[in-house]
Structure formats: structure tokens, C-alpha cells
């Protein structure tokens, strides 16, 4: 192999681009980087554009909207209001579940459907399972980014367990169309409760083993902790929802604050970051409420296992959806947050007007306030740990 | 705070900026003066009887009749009350105040409300497109809309 090239012996360096140790600091112009749309850590197609002062980030701009498909615009084109849904699925893909059941609320709080309790149940533990199948993606991909690539092997294995319960329910294993304005396309098959069951059991220890693994490894905490400090002001202003709220303390979660559901009957609490290895609202805050929230998660669905009532899985409504003209904002918690449905009816059967508020949108608008005087090795820190869903982001 | 009560705080303050309310409804609303929006707004904000820290969502409408609208949903953290305000303005000169220096949030909303409706946004510190190529001609969410028939030479409408 060739020898590296030594310097040429006439090589004059350049005063201006090297430090001195006369107090001087490194001083360089200020350079533009692009970082993405292929990019591997930014978990999708988002461009950043990072204007950085050597190694510090002084701006970083995300540019979005390579993934636009028009959800709005398709949405008023339907001829029906359960057409929506499919294309809501398609929104955050790892969380559709949650997406479905978010649409299908709007309408049925704008038409006072009333769903039978067992579907209440369904799609508390549809919702809930969705819920971790989320976060170990959330979370097995974060790890990948902090440079550790076995925690990613062992969170998937145990999101393909969750799929396999969603594909015995309705038969897709990532886009569901399972949760309909009324209630939900099929009853739970035979045998789905003790495999759930089963999966609860399997799953407690598995939050430990990753623990382990991952959130309590030194070199992980030297890597999150103090990083991307989200200030709670700040969280509020720019309007962040779920882990990224609560990791910066505050104990805010619409399944209790804005009621819907069942959630109410079950014992749970709302996990909040504390600062316990850094500052409070750092990344690694935001990556232990995500692994609490598992265990929360775990213990809803087996309280809603439990307690599941027998009935009907559809309420009466009408064949053709006709909302009364008005309009309506209903939120609800998935995984990254606040999603909120923005339904404007005109009496016909398809939607005047659709506006989806998802949470990763609204996240990642905070990211340029977060990165401004990190180093640009952090910046795919704090962007995973925004866990933003590209497909959610740009609709 | 009530809705009602609200609405009479509103009135008192700003008087002719309150154009229409309706109150009987699920969520009710405000009918605010889009061009003293950043006022109203930083009022209902600060203010210790309302405190709307949290806008949840800002969206752009089309009601075809000539208008566009621009609706706020606020609520609050601390008395978790909330308000849908709206305001409208014209499609020929459609301007609204921004509101991006209250909650900031409303950045990313009114960039998508400028995108898709064409909604100029006074005192945006940044407002362009957000979802669609800078050089898009029209603005798709316009229930008038005509989808351009080239885009930078491939064929669009399919």
C-alpha cells in the first residue's frame, strides 16, 4: 500500500484558519450543508440545510415535502367518508392504527355516534399496541444513531409480534384500515386475547433487557444527555406534543387532559422527563418517556384484556355518512402526539374540507430552536429523537 | 373561562375587531378581524383569565364564495378551556395578520396556509411554499384550482 503524501516542505499554513493559544478561537467562514433528503439518519427524506461555524451548528433549516402526496386534496375528492381512511393510514405509516381511529372520532363526535363498549376496548388495545410497535421502532432506530445497532435487531424482534397480532385481527401487518367511522371492520379473531395476553407476559422483561442494552449504556448517556435541551416554554410555543412535551416536564397527555375513550377506567400514569442524567428536556429524557410509555402501554392492554365486554363491533349508523354541516377539531394522543383532525362538512357525503395537524409536523418545526449551537455530530441525535414519520410530516 | 364570558372580554377590549360569534355549537367560535389578529391573539395569550399557551392547529379554508378564512384552534394548558377563533378575508387580496410571533408554532401552519391557499401572512418572518416546489404555479387547496399542465417540462395532470 502507498504511504500517505508528507506535506511538501514549501507548505505555508494559513494564519487565519488555525488556533492560537493566545485566546484566540478557531475562526472559519461560516459553511452551508446539506444534510439529506437520502441521508440514513434522518430517518426518511427531509433535507436540512445546516449553516455550521466549523463543527457548531449556528442555523440548521429543515426543507420539506418530498413525500407529499395531497392528502387534503384527495380527502375532499372521496365520495365517502370511510374512503378517508385508508389515506389517513398512509399518513404515519408506523402508527396507522392511531391515524384511523383519530379520522374515524371526527366523524363520529360531529355525527354523536355513540360506539358500542367493546369497541372502545378494541381500539384501546389496537391503539396501545400500536403504541409500542411505535416506540420500539422509535427507539431500536435511535439507537442506530447513537452508533449501536443491536438494540435496533432486538426491538424489531419484538415489534413483529405485535404485527402478527395485528395481521390475525384485519390481515395487514403496516396499513391497517381496521378502526371505521361506528366501529371496526372485524370482531377479534378467536384466540386473540390469550396471544395478547401472552405477548404482555413476554414483553415486561424485554423493557429491562433493553434498558440494558441501551438507555443506561455510558456511552449512550454521554451521547444524549444534555444534548438538544427542548426548554418547557419553548415546548409549549411551538405547540410539541407527547414525548417531545413530556420530556421536557410537562405532565400533559390528551388520553387524560382531553378525555376520549375508555382511558379513563384504567390505572396508568403519565411519564415525564426529570433531568435524571442531564437536563431536563434533553434527548435522552425524551428516550426514557418513550421506553416508560411502553410499560404504561403494556399495562392499559392488560387491563382492557381483562375487562373486555362482549357485544357488537358496529353501531347502527347510516349506509351513506352525511354529516350536519359545521365543523370540528378532534385530537387525540398517537405515539408522537397530538393528531387532531380539522373536518369542515357541507352536508354532502364527502368532506368540504380536511386539515390533519400531525404532531410530527409540528415537532420538527422546533428543530431549528434545539440544534442552534450543537455539534453537527448531535444534530442526528436530536433529529431521532425528534422520531419524526416523513410520511406524517409532509402528508 | 366560558365561552360567553370570553366573548365578552373580547368585546370590551377590542370592540369592532369582533365581527360574529356562534356560541350554541360543539366547539364554539369567534369571528375575529384577520388584520388585528397578532393583538387579539397576544391579548388572549397573556392575559392570566385565559392564557391560550397552546395553538393546537391553524388551518386555511376555502368557503367558495369569494373568502378565504383562516381558522385558530387555542387552548389552554393551565385552564384547559379552549376557543376557535376565525378569520376571513377576500380571495382577490387575501392578507391576515400573522400570528408566528405569538405562538411559534404558527410558522410552519401559515407557510402551509400560504402553500395551499395563497394567504399572505403580514409580519411572516418567512413566509414561502412549505410542501410544494418553490416554483408551483396556483395554490391546490382553492376550490377554483387548475392543476398547471407542465411542471418544468413532465406532464402533470394524469
Given at each position: 500500500m502507498d504511504q500517505p503524501k508528507a506535506l511538501p516542505t514549501n507548505y505555508v499554513t494559513q494564519p487565519d484558519k488555525i488556533a492560537t493559544s493566545k485566546g484566540k478561537t478557531v475562526r472559519t467562514e461560516e459553511m452551508i450543508i446539506n444534510m439529506g433528503p437520502?441521508?440514513?439518519?434522518?430517518?426518511?427524506v427531509l433535507r436540512l440545510e445546516i449553516i455550521v461555524d466549523g463543527e457548531i451548528i449556528v442555523d440548521a433549516i429543515p426543507h420539506i415535502g418530498y413525500l407529499h402526496r395531497c392528502f387534503e386534496k384527495h380527502a375532499e375528492h372521496m365520495t365517502n367518508y370511510q374512503q378517508v381512511i385508508p389515506y389517513a393510514d398512509r399518513m404515519d405509516y408506523v402508527a396507522s392504527m392511531n391515524n384511523d381511529w383519530a379520522f374515524a372520532l371526527a366523524i363520529e363526535r360531529m355525527m354523536k355516534i355513540e360506539v358500542p363498549e367493546r369497541v372502545e376496548y378494541i381500539r384501546v388495545i389496537m391503539a396501545e399496541l400500536q403504541r409500542i410497535a411505535s416506540h420500539l421502532v422509535a427507539l431500536g432506530t435511535y439507537g442506530i444513531d447513537a452508533g449501536a445497532f443491536t438494540p435496533f435487531l432486538y426491538c424489531f424482534r419484538d415489534r413483529e409480534e405485535i404485527l402478527d397480532l395485528f395481521e390475525m385481527t384485519?390481515?395487514?401487518?403496516?396499513?391497517?384500515?381496521?378502526?371505521?367511522?361506528?366501529?371496526?371492520?372485524?370482531?377479534?379473531?378467536?384466540g386473540f386475547i390469550e396471544q395478547a395476553k401472552e405477548f404482555c407476559t413476554y414483553f415486561k422483561p424485554k423493557i429491562k433487557e433493553f434498558n440494558d442494552l441501551l438507555t443506561y449504556n455510558e456511552i449512550f448517556i454521554k451521547r444524549t444527555a444534555h444534548v438538544g435541551v427542548l426548554p418547557r416554554d419553548v415546548a409549549i410555543n411551538y405547540a410539541c406534543s407527547g414525548p417531545m412535551l413530556r420530556g421536557s416536564?410537562?405532565?400533559?397527555?390528551l388520553r387524560r387532559d382531553d378525555p376520549y375513550s375508555v382511558y379513563h377506567k384504567f390505572e396508568w400514569e403519565v411519564q415525564t422527563g426529570k433531568g435524571e442524567v442531564g437536563t431536563v428536556g434533553d434527548c435522552w429524557d425524551r428516550h426514557i418517556v418513550r421506553v416508560r410509555e411502553m410499560e404504561q402501554s403494556v399495562k392499559i392492554i392488560e387491563q382492557a384484556l381483562a375487562s373486555i365486554p362482549e357485544g357488537n363491533v358496529q353501531s347502527a349508523i347510516p349506509k351513506r355518512i352525511r354529516p350536519e354541516p359545521g365543523d370540528i377539531y378532534v385530537r387525540t394522543e398517537t405515539p408522537r402526539g397530538e393528531l387532531g383532525f380539522y373536518v369542515i362538512s357541507?352536508?354532502?357525503?364527502?368532506?368540504?374540507r380536511v386539515k390533519a395537524r400531525g404532531p410530527a409536523f409540528v415537532n420538527l418545526s422546533v428543530l431549528p430552536e434545539i440544534s442552534r449551537g450543537a455539534m453537527i455530530a448531535d444534530l442526528t441525535l436530536i433529529v431521532g429523537s425528534v422520531d419524526i414519520v416523513l410520511g406524517e410530516v409532509d402528508r | 373561562m366560558t365561552a360567553q364570558e370570553l366573548l365578552d372580554t373580547l368585546s370590551s377590549r377590542f370592540g369592532s375587531a369582533i365581527l360574529e360569534s356562534k356560541l350554541d355549537v360543539n366547539q364554539p367560535w369567534i369571528k375575529i378581524d384577520g388584520n388585528r389578529a397578532r393583538e387579539i391573539c397576544l391579548f388572549l395569550r397573556n392575559e392570566p383569565s385565559t392564557r391560550f399557551d397552546y395553538l393546537m392547529c391553524l388551518s386555511g379554508v376555502d368557503y367558495n364564495d369569494g373568502t378565504l378564512g383562516v381558522v385558530y384552534h387555542c387552548s389552554s394548558m393551565e385552564h384547559k378551556h379552549k376557543i376557535v377563533l376565525k378569520a376571513i378575508c377576500s380571495k382577490d387580496n387575501p392578507h391576515c395578520q400573522s400570528v408566528s410571533a405569538v405562538w411559534g408554532t404558527a410558522n410552519w401552519h401559515e407557510r402551509e396556509a400560504f402553500d395551499m391557499f395563497g394567504i399572505i401572512f403580514d409580519g411572516h418572518p418567512d413566509l414561502r411554499r412549505i410542501l410544494l416546489p418553490d416554483d408551483w404555479e396556483g395554490h391546490p387547496l382553492r376550490k377554483d384550482y387548475k392543476v398547471q399542465e407542465f411542471y418544468r417540462g413532465i406532464r402533470v395532470p394524469y
Open positions: 437520502q441521508h440514513p439518519s434522518t430517518h426518511g384485519c390481515g395487514a401487518r403496516l396499513l391497517y384500515n381496521y378502526i371505521w367511522v361506528g366501529g371496526v371492520s372485524h370482531d377479534l379473531p378467536q416536564g410537562v405532565h400533559w397527555d357541507d352536508g354532502s357525503g364527502s368532506p368540504y | -
